[in-house]
């Protein structure tokens, strides 16, 4: 079985940038992707415009145009395919990388690297590959991990912790569950499509993290009543057509949209070997290599956040793989 200097789990704008730096340094490289290219980002709502500049959203050196001040999720959406076919990158898309087990010394030693791995894989399809490299770069993100409430009844069918539209809520009674942008942004396309909204929010109010066109919006909303909110409360309980608030009270339900937050997946560092930490969920890494305490195993964007996702959006963790590829190539020349 060929063994690849790097196999890169995770085709996100981080993945990504580590697939550009690789192929610079020629590397033999590839990118596992369990969804299709930039994932998150395709699952993000339909209307959504990025908080950032494009020139901030740019990768290999490619430019984003747009004729907006903000990008679209669509205009990121083309930007990321353009990216992927002017480099030809290596991306294996539907192909869900199920676990990395680091080989033992005596095997990592006589392959004469800092480490090598067994990468078993599941595609879409269903079949299982197996696929081997000297390096991992752990790039998955953690937007398809959502923070769950561990309340009863959040698995229920009208239940969900990803909104994408406004127009299936049409005359629905929804409870939207946070209080930040993903909810004020869900709230307020709901009540304009016709939905009957209301938040619940643990904070006192809405998060100054909150994008300062939607912030002013929202309020405005909750203020003038046509969007219901109920500040320093939480559900306790989700029921077919009502929810529970630690309060007591109950609100008729329809629809319960739980935006709550995203964090990567500790469990499946910890299989890897990667120690995590117990308070924030950040794996122990190396803040100039960004190596994990697994030998040859490196962690890139929203992998490395833990619980602070605020810390780690496109705009930084785009540069990590550069400084990683750069370190598996000194390596190999060694």
């Known amino acids: 079985m060929a063994?690849?200097?790097?196999?890169?789990?995770?085709?996100g704008p981080s993945g990504l940038a580590t697939a550009i730096a690789a192929k610079h340094f020629g590397l033999d490289y590839l990118v596992l992707e369990k969804g299709s290219l930039v994932d998150a980002i395709a699952r993000f709502p339909i209307n959504m415009v990025f908080f950032t500049t494009p020139e901030l959203l740019e990768i290999g050196g490619i430019p984003l145009t747009t004729p907006y001040e903000k990008p679209t999720r669509l205009e990121a959406l083309r930007y990321y395919r353009k990216v992927v076919d002017t480099f030809q990158l290596q991306v294996s898309l539907f192909e869900e990388a199920l676990s990395v087990e680091p080989a033992s010394a005596e095997v990592a030693a006589g392959d004469g690297g800092p480490g090598r791995f067994t990468v078993t894989t599941r595609t879409s399809r269903g079949a299982t590959r197996v696929r081997e490299a000297r390096n991992v770069v752990l790039s998955m993100g953690y937007y398809d991990q959502p923070v769950r409430l561990n309340i009863a009844g959040e698995n229920l069918p009208h239940v969900s912790h990803f909104?994408?539209?406004?127009h299936h809520y049409y005359r629905q009674r929804v409870v939207i569950v946070g209080g930040k942008n993903s909810a004020a942004e869900a709230a307020l396309e709901i009540h304009r499509a016709g939905g009957h909204v209301t938040i619940v929010h643990r904070?006192?109010?809405?998060?100054?993290?909150?994008?300062?066109?939607?912030?002013?919006?929202?309020?405005?909303?909750?203020?003038?009543?046509?969007?219901?909110a109920h500040f320093n409360?939480?559900?306790?309980?989700?029921?077919?057509?009502?929810?529970?608030?630690?309060?007591?009270?109950?609100?008729?339900?329809?629809?319960?949209?739980?935006?709550?937050?995203?964090?990567?997946?500790?469990e499946f560092m910890r299989h890897a070997g990667v120690a995590i930490n117990d308070e924030t969920l950040e794996p122990k890494y190396s803040a100039e290599t960004y190596e994990t305490n697994v030998p040859g195993l490196f962690v890139a964007g929203g992998q490395l956040a833990g619980k602070r996702t605020g810390t780690v959006f496109i705009e930084n963790g785009r540069f990590h793989g550069q400084q990683i590829a750069k370190v598996i190539a000194d390596r190999s020349r060694s």
């Open 3 to 11: 063994v690849r200097d790097v196999i890169i789990i995770g085709a």
């Open 163 to 166: 909104y994408q539209e406004a």
């Open 203 to 228: 904070g006192a109010g809405f998060g100054d993290s909150i994008k300062y066109w939607v912030k002013p919006d929202i309020e405005n909303r909750v203020k003038e009543g046509s969007i219901a």
């Open 233 to 266: 409360s939480q559900l306790v309980e989700i029921r077919s057509t009502e929810v529970v608030l630690d309060s007591g009270q109950t609100l008729a339900a329809e629809a319960v949209l739980l935006l709550t937050g995203y964090r990567a997946d500790p």
